[in-house]
C-alpha cells in the first residue's frame, strides 16, 4: 500500500496551463502504474493519463497533445502538465497508484478552467 498526496490545483483561464504533481510515500517498489484520473459532480471518475512501468503513456482522446504526464519511478512522483486548458478540463484530478494486489487513491486537487 502506497499514500498518495497530490499538489497544483487551481484556478486558470482557458489556454493556460496548470502542473499538478503527485508524491507517493510507503511500497512504492510495488507500483506497477500511476495515473490521474478526473471527476466531475454526478459523474464517474475517469482516466485521463496513465503510464505503467515500461510502457509508454497513454491519455485520454480530449487530452492528447495538450497533456503530458511523466513519472520517477525512484521517487515515486508523478506530475501532469497541462497545457491550452479548456473549461471542459473542470473537475477533481485524482492521483492514482496501482500495484498487483492494490490500488490507492490522492485526496483530489479541483481544476477550475473558467474565464
Given at each position: ?94 492521483c492514482n ?15 477550475t478552467v473558467?474565464?
Amino acid at each position: 500500500q502506497v499514500q498518495l498526496v497530490e499538489s497544483g490545483g487551481g484556478f486558470v483561464q482557458p489556454g493556460g496551463s496548470l502542473r499538478l504533481s503527485c508524491a507517493a510515500t510507503g511500497r512504492i517498489d510495488r507500483i506497477w502504474a500511476m495515473a490521474w484520473y478526473r471527476q466531475v459532480p454526478g459523474k464517474r471518475r475517469d482516466l485521463v493519463a496513465t503510464v505503467p512501468d515500461g510502457h509508454q503513456p497513454t491519455y485520454a482522446a480530449s487530452v492528447k497533445g495538450r497533456f503530458t504526464i511523466s513519472r520517477d519511478n525512484i521517487k515515486g512522483t508523478v506530475t501532469l502538465q497541462m497545457n491550452s486548458l479548456k473549461p471542459e478540463d473542470t473537475g477533481i484530478y485524482y492521483c492514482n497508484a496501482a500495484g498487483l494486489d492494490f490500488e490507492n487513491w490522492g485526496q483530489g486537487t479541483q481544476v477550475t478552467v473558467s474565464a
